[in-house]
């Protein structure tokens, strides 16, 4: 058997499954796309889901690729054996609803023992427990005699993640040989040691899980195969393991010699010559993939492979940083399959510097500082580190938490790792607080401080929505970084750009940066000290890197109905001066693409015949196609040929004049359209009050209008169907209704006071007199106040002179009333303080004049205590 090398079998395996009608796609980013389930890929067939969901249609039913992977669950274990690491490239060929077990199976085999050259009598295929389909294909039809079949249960023949598409695999297994085993008795496929190795899996995506165990038959049936190339590659050169492999050993060796040791002459340098290896293999292809070191996510993940594996090179007595020139050999063996990583390679090394330069400054002092620790915690008899001091560690040393339990689990202690988490969350708290500090100028301090003040942006963007540049800075919203990738948000700076940046009350453009593949979408574009602009947004796909050279292109649509707006907001400014006069005069003003609004001095409300002129004048104008014809020139000149003039405007020695024909002209910074005819219409939709001595009017123009006319006409139409008129009769019907509900009103205040005096009966022999003045107090059955306010008025007159006391319950208050005539009053009686002696005790509250008054209370079954109290508060009244 020939032994190939890993590049030779990565392309053999590419162009064996091309061969079967496959389309070869090229390794995906290591950072997930739209995959929020994910930190990292991790998995041939994770940035493939979307085609296997039917989220979206694939590019082929046939799809092979060599996907760079990383996996950082067992990272502990890295070193310390031969099996474990970080980074690795899994082979896999994919069907989307095409081929299914047949086809798959009898290709493995194919591609195993007559490409590669595998000894068909070495490899043993396995098959989950019920799946005599794929046990009779390799019994059958490949010839593999059913004693070497071996039948496994779901834990390790069956694929599935909680609910969602699943189904049986089946894997082949290599026998490496009895040097590679266990030597025990019966020891065979399944064994953990390592002489039956699994080089191949086959899943055969077929049922759909419910979650709670029930599987449905999937249509669509696919196949997702895998297989790790180094684990592949070390079978193929019957080597000890992954590290023994001929692109990796080329590394590993390198390592040795930077350190000046040998490979398997001392078990410890052993785990750090292979955690370096492997670790700088994950951080040269991380970096290619533009994740950059931070203190979180995937970042976080970087900047710990990196120092643990600084550290473990100091442990080997390597001096200074070492790790950009081994990424340098990483390169050499991979950019066969990979040619980014040449192109790449100024990028990654120069990322390696500066993070292994950022940690060399501060671990001497930190391990120095960990040792002090490990002295105190001897003495105290513990061996348990104070989560605090190990947060110290980490906040002002740089060691993640990681790191400093990796050395002290080396010596048997351990890490209060909840009192760590407490620390961590205080700083959190007092940096959110922080975050309110200001910078020298007063303003509040932003990562945009930090960027070089030499850096400047040229703007293009009058005259072409597009442009070529090369991008200058990239920051996060925290730090300045050397690459933003898929899913980062942040802020993008360029040396030209035809993206206009919120200023004048001019918003900024929106739109898109590429770079080959990958997109970065612009969300708004801000204009900082030193004429930078800055491009706020998203990378949507791939990575960006500084220096790289770019693509910019400006949302047209969005920026011409800008335009339209800014235009329009000049033919307003003049329009009103022209029809309320010339104190009119610019406070503020707002230009976005979907509306308006402008700011001026006046000290009145604008009537409606205002408005309606104003909006004439301007749509006049727009109808007239005035040409806008922008000009640049010297201010006093400017100011000469009558250009206005913001109040208290700062302006430079040139600037730019915007005149609309005869009509407006203006100093402005901003864009506009190319004739007034281009607004197509203008529509104020509304004009108020926002500060003494200053209106605001909002409006629309072009599309705006129109979808503001269809807005209005559904309405409209709306109102007209529940009328079951039709529009144009629909103010004649609601007139007719108008009159219908004041009759029906009217009907109804007149049945309800004659059902409130039906209720009550005939009262009047309930009429008491004291002291000479005569007293109605009577209770009325759910009544409201108007109700009572008229029986008050009828009884009054009935009663001819006195006074009427009444009282009703509705919904669970009370309402209480008291009407006094002339002549009681003159003899002392007082409505408002006779009611407000009576709601006190219904617990309530109230009062009103000596004629009449009316309270509220929340005790119904008081009504009658308060009746009584009239009689004893009225004679406290009477002279």
Known sequence: MKKYGVNELRRMFLEFFESKGHLALKSFSLVPHNDKSLLLINAGMAPLKPYFTGAEIPPSKRVVTCQKCIRTGDIENVGKTARHGTFFEMLGNFSFGDYFKKEALKWSWEFLTEVVGLDPDRLYPS????????????????????ERIFRFGKEDNFWEHGAGPCGPCSEVYYDRGEKYGCGKEGCTVGCDCDRYMEVWNDVFTQFENDG?????????????????LERLAVVVQDVDSIFDVDTIQALRNKVCEIAGVIYKENQDKDVSIRLITDHIRSATFMISDGIMPTNEGRGYVLRRLIRRAARHGRLLGIKGSFLSGLSATVIEGSKDGYPELEEKKDFIAKVLSQEEEKFNKTIDQGLEILAGLEADMKEKGSDMLDGREAFTLYDTYGFPLDLTKEILEEKG???????????????????????????????DATVYDEIDPSVTTEFAGYDSLTGESELTVLTTEKEITEALSDGEHGTVFVNRTPFYATMGGQEGDKGVITAGDSVFVVEDTIK?????????????????????????????????NTCKNHSATHLLQKALKTVLGTHVEQKGSLVAPDRLRFDFAHFAPMTSEEISRVEDLVNQEIQASLPVITEVMGIEEAKKSGAMALFGEKYGDSVRVVSMGDFSKELCGGTHVSNTGVI??????????????????????????????????????????????????????IRHLQAEVKALSSENESLKSRMAADSLGNVMDQVAEVKGVKLLAVKAEDVDMNGLRDLGDQLKEKLGDGVVVLASSTGGKVNLLAMVTEGAMKKGAHAGNLIKGMAAIVGGGGGGRPNMAQAGGRNPEKIGDALKEAAVLLEGQIK
């Open 127 to 146: 098959v989950y427990l019920e799946d005599d389909d794929a046990f009779e294909i390799w019994n059958k039809e490949i010839g593999i005699p059913a």
């Open 212 to 228: 709670e165990g029930h599987y449905e038959e999937l249509k669509q049936k696919n196949i997702d195969t895998g297989m790790g």
């Open 413 to 443: 202690y351990k890490i209060d790792e909840e009192g760590f988490k407490e620390a961590m969350e205080e700083q959190r708290n007092k940096a959110r607080k922080a975050r309110e500090v200001t910078n020298y100028m007063g303003a």
């Open 528 to 560: 900082l000290l030193g004429g930078k602009y800055g491009h706020v947004g998203y990378v949507e796909k791939g990575m960006f890197r500084t220096g790289d050279p770019v693509t910019l292109s400006v949302d047209s649509k969005s920026r011409l």
């Open 680 to 733: 197509t219409a203008f529509k104020i939709v509304s004009e108020a009050g926002v500060a003494a001595g200053v209106r605001r009017i909002e409006a629309l123009t072009g599309d705006g209008v129109f979808a503001y006319y269809r807005d209005i006409e559904e309405k409209l139409m709306q109102a007209a169907a529940l009328l079951k008129s039709v529009p144009g009769d629909v103010s004649e019907k």
